[in-house]
C-alpha cells in the first residue's frame, strides 16, 4: 500500500480561550474541590473497579487510531491518555495545577473520540471512553473546555439545538424546503407539527442552518415511499448533542428531554433519525439514561435502519443502482453503538453495484478522528486530527486501490471527518450519505 | 529458624487467609454497595447471556481479535495464569500441608509438571518485566508500583522453586517461600492483583452493554 | 373552558361528508375538530402557492401563499398562521390580524378563548403578540413561551445583550432574563427556560441556570438562595402562591417549595408536577426506581410502576381521581388510581374524568384504527380519525369527534352505550 501523500500545512499553534481564559480563573483549591466532588459525589464502583482493576498493559493502544497514526507514541495511547488525566487526578487526590487541567481538557476533548474501539481491545473491558468522559465532566465544572465545542453546548442550552437555529427559523426553513421540493414532488408535504403520524422525523441543526438538501432528500424519500411523518416545529426537533461530549450532562438532559417529549406529544410510534452517529448514541444510550429513561422512552430508528426498512419492503423504487463501486464507513456509535453493520450491507448492496470493503471493518473499525466531539473543538485541532487519522487515510487509500470511488458515510461528524482526511491526503474519492444516493437513483415522478 | 517457621506457616498463614478472604469479600460487598448507591442503572443492563459470552471469549486463548493480533503475548499470558492459579493449589508439598493440618486432600499435579509450571510463571514474569521495559507504550503507563506487584506474583514462585531444588539455603527459601506466598494472598484484594476478582465484574457489565444496548462484540 | 352547557347534547349525531373535499381541492391536509364538535376544518391547497381553509366544507373568504398550524380555539373560532407576499400572521375565522410579521409561530389559547397569542419574529426582533398586538419591547432571541392562566399576560425567556460567535465568556456572564409582557427582569442569567406566571398574575416563576452548573428557580428575577444540581419548570400554588419546582439533589430528585425540599422521597426523576383543582393534592410524574414510572401523589408513589413513560396526568375537577398514560415497550395503556386498565393500545391519547367522577375516557389506537375507550371498555366502532372524547357537565353523556367512511361524525352518545 502506497503511503499516503501529505499535504504541507503550516502548524499553526492556535491558542484556543476555551482553555486559556478557563484555566486562568482558577485556583488550586477551586480545582481540588471540583475534583473531589465530582470523584466523590458523581463517580462509584466503576471509576474505582475500573482504576483498580487496570494493571498498565498497554493493550489498548494499538486499538486507538491516534495512536497508531502518531507513530505509536505512547502518549496518543488510550491507557496513556488515561495516565495523563485521570489517574494524576485521583492519585494526587485533586491537588493538581490549572495548566494540569488544561492539558488535561485538551487531552480528553481532542485527543480522545470517545469512539469506543479500546474498550474491544481491552482484556477486562475497562471502559476508557467514560474515563475520558469523565475528565470531560471534571473539565466541564472547572470552565476549561474548548471554545468551539463550548459555544455548541450554550446554543444547545439556549435554543435546545446546536447551531443557535432560532424559533422561526426552523419551521421557515421546513416550509422553504417544502417548497423547493414541490417542483419536483407535486403535492409533497413536510407535516408540521401532524399528532398521531407514524413517525417523527429528526435531524441535526446542521441540516437546517448549512444543509438544507438534507432535508429535501428526506421528504422526497418520505413522500415517495408514502411514509405516515412528521416533523415537530417547535423546539425538540434537533437530536443532536454536543453537551453530552462537553460533559455537561444537565443540557444533555435538558435537550434530550425535550426531543422525546415532543416525540410523545406528537403521538408517534417511532422517532426516525436523519444519517448522524453521536446523535445516535445520545437518543438512544446515553442522554435517556441520565433522565432515568433505561431504554429510549420512544424507539428511536436510525436513518441505516430505516432505508433497510423501506428498500426490504420496496417502499423505494428504484431506477438503476448506483454505478460507481462505493466503500462503506462503519460509524463507532452507529455500528460499535448500534450494531447495524448487516443492516449497513444491506442498504448499501441494494442500492449500489460495487461495495468495497475496508478493513479493519463493522464493528471493528477505525473511528473517523472527527467524533466524540472532537471536529466541534474547531480550527486550532484540525491539523492534529487529520494527522491523527494516518490509519484512516490508509484504510481509504487501500480501498480505492480496489476500485472504490465514493465513500459512504451514514453520519455526519464522519462525514466531516473524512472529507478532512481526504483532502489532506489528497485522496481522490466523494463522499456521500446513503440519502444522497437514494435521492439519486430512485424514482421520481417525470 | 524453627519458631519462624512456625510463625509463617501457624498464625502468618492464618492472617493471610483471613486477609485474603475477608479482603476479597469486602471488595466485592464494597463494589456492590457502591453500585446499589450510585449507580444501580448497571443492574438493568447486566444480561447472564452476555456476560458469559464476553466471560467465555476472553478466557479462551485466541478468542478475541486482541489475542489473535498479539499471538506470542496470549500464549504467555494464557500459560502465565493458569499455572500461576494451578500450581499452588495442585502441587502436591501444599496439598500435603492441608492433609497435615485439616485432614483434606485433592488431586495434585505431579512434582515435574508442577515445576515446569513454576518455571512458566518465573519466565512470563519476566516476558512481562520485559515488556514494561521495552515496550514504549508499556512503559510510558508502567510505575514503581507495577514492578513492585509482579515481584509480589514472582518472588513465591522463585522462592518455592529454589525450595524444592535445595539448591542452597533450604530452610530460609521454605521461609521466604511462604512469606512471599502470604504477600502476595494479601496483596491481591488490595493491590491491581485485584483484577483477578474483578475483571470478571467488569468483563459482563462491558458484555452486557455491548450485547443488550450495543449489539455488536465486545471481543 | 367554553361553556360545554350551551353545546348541544340533544342531537345524536351530525356528519360532514369531508371525504368529499379532495374533489375539490389540489389536496387536502388532515382534519382538525372545534372543541364542541360543530365544524371540521382542514388546510386545502387551491392551486400552485395558493392554499385555503377549508371549514365544514366551506372556505375562508381570502386564500393565503402559506397556512400552517390549523388549531381551533377554545371557544370554537378557528385560526391559523398565515402568510401574504413574505409576511406573516394569524387568521382567525379567516380574517387576519392588521399586524404583519416576518415570521408567527406557536399559537397559544387563553382557557376561554378569548386571547389568543403567538411568539413572532421582525427584522430579526422578537416579541410575544395577543391578540393582534406585539410587545412594545423588542428582543434578540426568545424562547420558553408562557401564557397566564387567565390569557391575559404573555411571558418568555428573552436574550437582552448580545455575544458574538464563540463568545463564550461573554454568554457565561448571562444575557438572558425573563419578560412578561415585554418587561424583563432586570437580573441577567446564563439561561432562562420554562416558566409560569402566578394566578394573580402578578408573579414571573422560571427554571435559571446561574452559572455553568449551577440552577435554580427565579421568582420575578429573584432567584432562591440555593441552588441545585438542576431544576424543572416551576407552577404556582393555587392556594399560598408559593413556587414549587422539581430540584436535583446528589444525583436524585424532589420537589422543593420556595427554595426548600418540600417532599422527603428522593426519585430517579420527578417532572411535571401538578395541583389538583382545589390546590389539596400536588401530584407528579416520577421515577421511583432507575427505569421505572409511575404517579406520586403528595409524595406518595403509586405501587403500580411502568417500563417507558408515563405522562398526560390528569385530576378530575373534585380533585379526587387522577388518570394517566403509561407507555411499557409498544403498549400503551391508561392508569386511573394507580390502576391499570386492561387493554392496551398502540396509542393514547390524554384522558378524561367525567364531573361525577364515574367515567375514565380517552381516545386510543389500535393498528390505524381510532376509537374511544371508556372504563377500559372500547367502543364498537373503530374510525379513521378521532379527537379526544368530552363528557357533558352531568357525566352521563359522551361527546365523540370521529371520521367514519370519509364522514366526520359528531356524535353524542350516554356514557353507558359504551361502558354497557
Known amino acids: 500500500m502506497a503511503e499516503p501523500a501529505k499535504k504541507q500545512e503550516q502548524e499553526v499553534k492556535m491558542t484556543d480561550e476555551g482553555l486559556e481564559v478557563g484555566a486562568s480563573r482558577l485556583t488550586e483549591d477551586k480545582i481540588e474541590k471540583v475534583i473531589n466532588q465530582v470523584l466523590k459525589a458523581e463517580t462509584g464502583a466503576r471509576l474505582k473497579t475500573y482504576v483498580d482493576t487496570c494493571v498498565h498493559c498497554g493493550l489498548c493502544s494499538e486499538a486507538c487510531h491516534f495512536y497508531m497514526s502518531n507513530d505509536k507514541d505512547p502518549k496518543w495511547s488510550p491507557v496513556g491518555k488515561v495516565k495523563q488525566t485521570i489517574w494524576e487526578m485521583i492519585n494526587k487526590k485533586g491537588k493538581v495545577t490549572p495548566e494540569f487541567i488544561k492539558r488535561a481538557s485538551e487531552i480528553a476533548s481532542t485527543e480522545c473520540n470517545l469512539c469506543r474501539r479500546c474498550l474491544q481491545f481491552c482484556p477486562f473491558g475497562i471502559d476508557i471512553a467514560y474515563l475520558i468522559a469523565t475528565v470531560r465532566r471534571i473539565c466541564h465544572k472547572l470552565g476549561v473546555t474548548p471554545r468551539y465545542i463550548q459555544d455548541t453546548a450554550h446554543s444547545h442550552s439556549v435554543t435546545m439545538n446546536q447551531m443557535w437555529v432560532k424559533g422561526d427559523e426552523w419551521p421557515d426553513t421546513l416550509q422553504w424546503q417544502e417548497e423547493e421540493a414541490r417542483g419536483e414532488f407535486p403535492g409533497l408535504r413536510i407535516p408540521l407539527e401532524k399528532e398521531g403520524a407514524d413517525v417523527m422525523y429528526s435531524v441535526i441543526a446542521p441540516e437546517p442552518k448549512f444543509q438544507a438538501q438534507l432535508i429535501y432528500q428526506a421528504a422526497a424519500i418520505m413522500n415517495v415511499a408514502g411514509v405516515d411523518w412528521t416533523m415537530p416545529a417547535d423546539m425538540g426537533w434537533d437530536n443532536s448533542d454536543m453537551a453530552m461530549f462537553t460533559g455537561d450532562n444537565e443540557i444533555m438532559g435538558r435537550v434530550k428531554r425535550a426531543h422525546f417529549e415532543t416525540a410523545a406529544r406528537l403521538r408517534v410510534k417511532r422517532i426516525v433519525m436523519g444519517e448522524c452517529g453521536h446523535a445516535f448514541r445520545s437518543v438512544y444510550d446515553t442522554g435517556n439514561r441520565w433522565l432515568g429513561w433505561s431504554r429510549p422512552a420512544i424507539p428511536i430508528v436510525h436513518a441505516i435502519d430505516f432505508y433497510y426498512e423501506l428498500l426490504r419492503d420496496n417502499k423505494i423504487p428504484i431506477k438503476e443502482k448506483f454505478k460507481d463501486p462505493v466503500t462503506l464507513h462503519d460509524p463507532c456509535n452507529v455500528i460499535r453503538g448500534g450494531g447495524l453493520m448487516e443492516k449497513s450491507r444491506f442498504v448499501a448492496n441494494a442500492l449500489c453495484e460495487t461495495v468495497v470493503e475496508m478493513h479493519p471493518n463493522r464493528e471493528y473499525n477505525y473511528c473517523c478522528a472527527a467524533g466524540g466531539g472532537v471536529i466541534n473543538c474547531g480550527p486550532p485541532y484540525k491539523l492534529k486530527r487529520v494527522k491523527g487519522n494516518r490509519v484512516k487515510a490508509e484504510q481509504l487509500m487501500d480501498a480505492r486501490a480496489r476500485g472504490a470511488k465514493v465513500i459512504i458515510s451514514p453520519c455526519h461528524n464522519c462525514h466531516s471527518g473524512l472529507k478532512d482526511i481526504k483532502n489532506y491526503y489528497d485522496i481522490h474519492m466523494d463522499i456521500k450519505f446513503f440519502g444522497d444516493i437514494i435521492y439519486k437513483i430512485m424514482e421520481k415522478p417525470e | 529458624m524453627h519458631d519462624i517457621y512456625s510463625f509463617v506457616s501457624g498464625p502468618l498463614a492464618w492472617v493471610a487467609f483471613i486477609a485474603f478472604f475477608a479482603g476479597i469479600m469486602y471488595r466485592l460487598i464494597d463494589m456492590i454497595v457502591q453500585v446499589i448507591k450510585k449507580e444501580p442503572f448497571i443492574f438493568t443492563y447486566m444480561s447472564l447471556k452476555y456476560s458469559l459470552r464476553s466471560i467465555i471469549h476472553w478466557i479462551t486463548p485466541f478468542g478475541t481479535l486482541n489475542w489473535r493480533r498479539n499471538p506470542i503475548l496470549t500464549i504467555v499470558t494464557f500459560a502465565f495464569h493458569i499455572s500461576l492459579i494451578l500450581s499452588p493449589i495442585f502441587l502436591l508439598s501444599h496439598v500435603t500441608l492441608w492433609d497435615e493440618a485439616w485432614n483434606i486432600s485433592w488431586w495434585t499435579l505431579p512434582d515435574g509438571v508442577a515445576d515446569i509450571m513454576a518455571l512458566i510463571v518465573i519466565a512470563g514474569s519476566l516476558f512481562f518485566l520485559i515488556r514494561r521495559l521495552t515496550q514504549r507504550e508499556v512503559k510510558f503507563v508502567t510505575s514503581t508500583s507495577d514492578y513492585v506487584i509482579l515481584a509480589i506474583v514472582a518472588a513465591p514462585f522463585v522462592t518455592g522453586f529454589l525450595a524444592y531444588h535445595q539448591f542452597f539455603g533450604y530452610p530460609i527459601f521454605v521461609i521466604l517461600h511462604i512469606l512471599a506466598g502470604e504477600i502476595m494472598l494479601v496483596a491481591i484484594p488490595f493491590t491491581r492483583l485485584s483484577h483477578m476478582i474483578f475483571s470478571l465484574f467488569t468483563r459482563a457489565y462491558m458484555g452486557s452493554e455491548f450485547g443488550v444496548i450495543r449489539k455488536s462484540k465486545d471481543y | 373552558m367554553a361553556d360545554q352547557n350551551k353545546w348541544d347534547w340533544e342531537i345524536k349525531e351530525k356528519k360532514v361528508p369531508i371525504g368529499e373535499w379532495k374533489e375539490h381541492f389540489e389536496w387536502v391536509e388532515e382534519p382538525y375538530a372545534s372543541p364542541d364538535g360543530e365544524k371540521v376544518a382542514a388546510v386545502v391547497n387551491i ?374
Open chain 3, 47 to 420: 392551486g400552485e402557492g395558493e392554499f385555503n381553509v377549508c371549514i365544514n366544507g366551506e372556505t375562508w373568504e381570502n386564500p393565503f401563499e402559506k397556512i400552517w398550524y390549523v388549531r381551533f380555539s377554545p371557544d370554537g373560532r378557528l385560526t391559523a398562521l398565515v402568510s401574504d407576499t413574505g409576511e406573516w400572521t394569524v387568521a382567525v375565522d379567516g380574517v387576519p390580524w392588521e399586524n404583519k410579521f416576518g415570521y408567527v409561530w406557536n399559537t397559544m389559547f387563553g382557557p376561554n378563548g378569548k386571547n389568543i397569542a403567538v411568539a413572532a419574529q421582525q427584522d430579526g426582533e422578537y416579541c410575544m403578540v395577543l391578540n393582534g398586538e406585539p410587545w412594545e419591547e423588542k428582543f434578540q432571541n426568545m424562547t420558553y413561551f408562557a401564557m397566564s392562566q387567565d390569557g391575559t399576560k404573555t411571558a418568555a425567556a428573552v436574550q437582552v445583550e448580545g455575544f458574538g460567535e464563540g463568545e463564550i465568556h461573554k454568554f457565561q456572564q448571562g444575557c438572558f432574563t425573563a419578560a412578561m409582557d415585554g418587561q424583563a427582569w432586570d437580573n441577567r442569567f446564563v439561561n432562562v427556560w420554562n416558566m409560569a406566571i402566578s394566578p394573580d398574575n402578578t408573579k414571573l416563576a422560571a427554571e435559571v441556570r446561574v452559572n455553568l452548573y449551577d440552577y435554580t428557580i427565579a421568582v420575578n428575577g429573584v432567584p432562591w438562595e440555593k441552588t441545585f444540581g438542576c431544576v424543572w419548570q416551576p407552577i404556582f400554588n393555587p392556594k399560598s402562591g408559593s413556587v414549587i419546582a422539581p430540584v436535583r439533589v446528589s444525583g436524585k430528585w424532589t420537589l422543593a417549595e420556595n427554595g426548600k425540599f418540600l417532599w422527603d422521597g428522593r426519585f430517579f426523576q420527578v417532572w411535571h408536577q401538578m395541583f389538583s383543582p382545589n390546590g389539596e393534592k400536588l401530584a407528579a410524574i416520577v421515577a421511583p426506581k432507575y427505569g421505572r414510572w409511575t404517579v406520586a401523589v403528595n409524595g406518595q408513589p403509586w405501587t403500580a410502576t411502568f417500563s417507558d413513560m408515563v405522562t398526560d396526568m390528569v385530576f378530575s375537577q373534585d380533585s379526587s381521581r387522577i388518570a394517566a398514560l403509561a407507555k411499557e415497550g409498544e403498549q400503551w395503556k391508561v392508569v386511573a388510581d394507580g390502576s391499570v386498565w386492561s387493554n392496551v393500545f398502540d396509542m393514547a391519547w390524554k384522558p378524561a374524568i367525567s364531573s361525577n367522577n364515574k367515567y375514565v375516557a380517552a381516545k386510543v389506537e389500535k393498528k390505524g384504527k381510532y376509537t374511544i375507550a371508556v372504563n377500559d371498555r372500547i367502543w364498537s366502532k373503530e374510525c379513521e380519525a378521532a379527537w379526544d372524547p368530552i363528557f357533558n357537565s352531568n357525566g352521563d353523556k359522551i361527546l365523540l369527534r370521529t371520521v367514519e367512511n370519509g364522514q366526520y361524525v359528531r356524535r353524542v352518545l350516554p356514557v353507558t352505550e359504551i361502558t354497557g
